[in-house]
């Protein structure tokens, strides 16, 4: 009795062990890491699948948005742009080689979470991508609040005020610089709206300012002229 015990514990072991190599290998645990990748609008991003060649059995889907919508596919090596896609229109190609997907002239709307599927005969894994795009930024425009800057005999020095704005903007800050230091700061997130910055400078003051508009991967500089802008005259 002991015998036979002992080899019906290890035929069990056996059993165990084959269950779990069958089962397990074919299934990739679902990452819940997340690829962010930052675009200006108008440029082109390629996703990248990092398969190296498709097989003919293999099935690669791309989908889109919190709704995961189906923007394309690769199935039995023959490829499915969704043609009919009203947020992509022909903007999508699809490698046939790794599946990987080029967004050409990506818009603002293309903003979100990409999210795709391998399926093959090894299993499935997936991969997510965060993609933000940002639109260009205008180049600031900065005027005087006042066309003429006054001095008075009281006074040595003539004052300037100055307004620096963008005009429909988000996702940027808009600051003032003296030399390299910042002066002051604004920033907007979401929204699409106008911003402006104020500042104050002596008329003959030597320093060099500018008025930069940035996001995280642009920006735009617009040096300040005091002797174009700020006009003083005397006897007030």
């Known amino acids: 009795m002991i015998f036979l015990t002992y080899i019906l514990f290890d035929l069990k072991q056996v059993t165990a062990l084959l269950i779990f190599s069958v ?7 679902d990452s819940d890491e997340v690829k962010s990748v930052s675009v200006m609008e108008g440029d082109s991003v390629t996703l990248n699948t990092d398969v190296t060649e498709i097989q003919r059995d293999d099935l690669i889907l791309w989908m889109f948005g919190p709704q995961e919508n189906r923007i394309a596919e690769i199935h039995k090596q023959i490829i499915d742009m969704y043609g009919s896609n009203e947020t992509f229109g022909d903007r999508l190609q699809m490698d046939s080689q790794t599946g990987s997907l080029t967004i050409r002239n990506i818009r603002t709307e293309h903003t979100g979470l990409y ?6 005969t090894k299993g499935t894994s997936y991969k997510r991508f965060n993609i ?14 006042s066309s003429i800057c006054l001095s008075s005999s009281s ?5 300037c005020s100055l307004v620096c704005s963008v005009l429909n903007v988000s996702d940027v800050t808009l600051s003032w610089y003296k030399g390299i230091s910042v002066l002051s700061s604004i920033s907007v997130s979401d929204l699409s709206i106008s911003l402006s910055l104020p500042l104050e400078v002596e008329y003959q003051d030597n320093n060099t300012y500018s008025c930069v508009i940035y996001n ?20 007030m």
């Open 216 to 235: 995280p991967i642009s920006n735009q500089t617009k040096h300040l002229d005091i002797t174009q802008l700020c006009h003083t005259f005397e006897g």
């Open 23 to 29: 089962c397990v290998p074919g299934v990739f645990v």
């Open 115 to 120: 999210k795709l599927q391998i399926l093959r």
């Open 132 to 145: 933000t795009v940002y639109a260009d930024l205008p180049i600031p425009v900065i005027t005087s609040n």
């Open 155 to 159: 006074s040595s020095e003539s004052r």
